[in-house]
T-cell receptor, first 120, second 118 residues
Framework: AQTVTQSQPEMSVQEAETVTLSCTYD???????LFWYKQPPSRQMILVIR??????QNATENRFSVNFQKAAKSFSLKISDSQLGDAAMYFC?????????????????FGTGTLLAVQP | GAVVSQHPSWVICKSGTSVKIECRSL??????MFWYRQFPKQSLMLMAT?????????EQGVEKDKFLINHASLTLSTLTVTSAHPEDSSFYIC??????????????FGPGTRLTVL
């Protein structure tokens, strides 16, 4: 079975600084997706960034980027130029891409989350 | 696009009563919907996966007779907590996917429903 581990329960960063959130996972599959989700106090889950396992290039979305190390099964999230609105719980998630539907009906497996505080 | 709504956003009920939570995909057809439960300061735990027109697949340890899931149409899934008890108090979140017709098969999340059982 696949597992996702986030070893940092809480992190803090100064506004405008850079912070990296860690995530490791375990799987025997070769085809999968990795995600970072943000859950602000409103509790609405927001997709921050995704990475396809077959892609070697690290995904980037504006101030958010990942460091995907497939051999090490590591998937960290870097937030640059941190803003007050980045304060939230961040979840790393895994989803298998196996299956005839490209993994559409496969479940997300979440890590335990990292609570990020942004100091003004 | 790809908006998922949940109703109600919060509900308080007495112990022993049943509560129904609706999850709707507003602007797309959801081939598959997922129901999660989240306790305070904890991660999301998948309860069940439901495909339109078929029975839900429950995760191990989830009581299917207590948490009834119905996915009657491509835009609506319901979760009914039967004979609710205080330990069922939690935050329930649904998500929906459009299937493989779009890239990445992303899951779109609803805003959640807070259930409090007195």
């Amino acid at each position: 079975a696949q597992t996702v581990t986030q070893s940092q329960p809480e992190m803090s960063v100064q506004e405008a600084e850079t912070v990296t959130l860690s995530c490791t996972y375990d799987t025997s599959e070769s085809d999968y997706y990795l995600f970072w989700y943000k859950q602000p106090p409103s509790r609405q889950m927001i997709l921050v960034i995704r990475q396809e396992a077959y892609k070697q290039q690290n995904a980037t979305e504006n101030r958010f980027s990942v460091n995907f190390q497939k051999a090490a099964k590591s998937f960290s999230l870097k937030i640059s130029d941190s803003q007050l609105g980045d304060a939230a719980m961040y979840f790393c998630a895994y989803r298998s891409a196996m299956g005839g539907d490209g993994g559409a009906t496969n479940k997300l497996i979440f890590g335990t989350g990292t609570l990020l505080a942004v100091q003004p | 696009g790809a908006v998922v709504s949940q109703h109600p956003s919060w509900v308080i009920c007495k112990s022993g009563t049943s509560v129904k939570i609706e999850c709707r995909s507003l602007d797309f057809q959801a081939t598959t919907m997922f129901w999660y439960r989240q306790f305070p300061k904890q991660s999301l735990m998948l309860m069940a996966t439901s495909n339109e027109g078929s029975k839900a697949t429950y995760e191990q340890g989830v009581e299917k007779d207590k948490f009834l899931i119905n996915h009657a149409s491509l835009t609506l899934s319901t979760l009914t907590v039967t004979s609710a008890h205080p330990e069922d108090s939690s935050f329930y979140i649904c998500s929906a996917t459009r299937g493989r017709l779009v890239p990445y098969n992303e899951q779109f999340f609803g805003p959640g429903t807070r259930l409090t059982v007195l």
